[in-house]
């Protein structure tokens, strides 16, 4: 098993360019969820899906977009990148939610916006 | 004030030391996680509990739901236990899936 996928880890974009951070895990998990981590911030959730076809916000949303069409697949799009987004996103499964089991990290993809 | 506290922030200690990492939080809650931040940066699970104490080599996690409070301790330090351990809570019912994070403590074992 490889666990929790995360491509790419390391990107570079231009302000006002769109990409989308890719996660996928092959443990058949129902939950999934992005995370950024900012310097003298804990880890924020931006985004969560508790099964495929269902996703939901988190702490900090605003400028981001998920879909979960699969239930390996959870992809994150930036629709419009701005330099406060610079940050490591993180993407995580459990096999419930937070709630009932331990969570699977991704190795994280260092974002650079300029 | 944030939701999640841990203290210290950085820890010292020598090789075979005894560490204590504390976490403090201020919502009720249905789980505590305890996670383990390589330098490298990869995130792993050590520990979710909900109540008493939990054991795993030499790392130990205690929670006290009613005062609102956990513990990692790691007993025989070694300087591969370097790295961040973060604090992080559920809070159950529609939020289960959300967790709250706390800053990290940032741990250096020297030899």
């Known amino acids: 098993n490889a666990g929790v996928t995360q491509t790419p880890k390391f990107q570079v974009l231009k302000t006002g360019q769109s990409m989308t951070l890719q996660c996928a895990q092959d443990?058949?998990?129902?939950?999934m969820s992005w995370y950024r981590q900012d310097p003298g911030m804990g880890l924020r959730l931006i985004h969560y899906?508790?099964?495929?076809?269902?996703?939901d916000q988190g702490e900090v949303p605003n400028g981001y977009n998920v879909s979960r069409s699969t239930t390996e697949d959870f992809p994150l799009r930036l629709l419009s990148a701005a330099p406060s987004q610079t940050s490591v996103y993180f993407c995580?499964?459990?096999?419930?939610?937070?709630?009932?089991?331990?969570?699977?990290f991704g190795n994280g993809t260092r974002l650079t916006v300029t | 004030k944030n939701e999640v506290e841990q203290s210290p922030q950085n820890l010292t200690a020598q090789e075979g030391e005894f560490i204590t990492i504390n976490c403090s939080y201020s919502v009720g809650i249905s789980a505590l996680h305890w996670l383990q931040q390589h330098p490298g940066g990869g995130i792993v699970s050590l520990f979710m509990?909900?109540?008493g104490k939990k054991k795993h080599g030499r790392l130990i996690a205690t929670i006290n739901i009613q005062e609102k409070h956990s513990s990692l301790h790691i007993t025989a330090s070694h300087p591969r236990d370097s790295a961040v351990y973060i604090c992080?809570?559920?809070?159950?019912?529609?939020?289960?899936?959300?967790?709250?994070f706390g800053e990290g403590t940032q741990l250096t074992v020297n030899p």
């Open positions: 443990m058949n998990h129902e939950y």
């Open positions: 509990l909900s109540s």
């Open positions: 899906s508790v099964g495929a076809g269902i996703t």
């Open positions: 992080a809570v559920s809070r159950g019912g529609t939020s289960g899936s959300r967790l709250t």
């Open positions: 995580a499964s459990s096999w419930k939610g937070a709630f009932w089991s331990p969570l699977h």
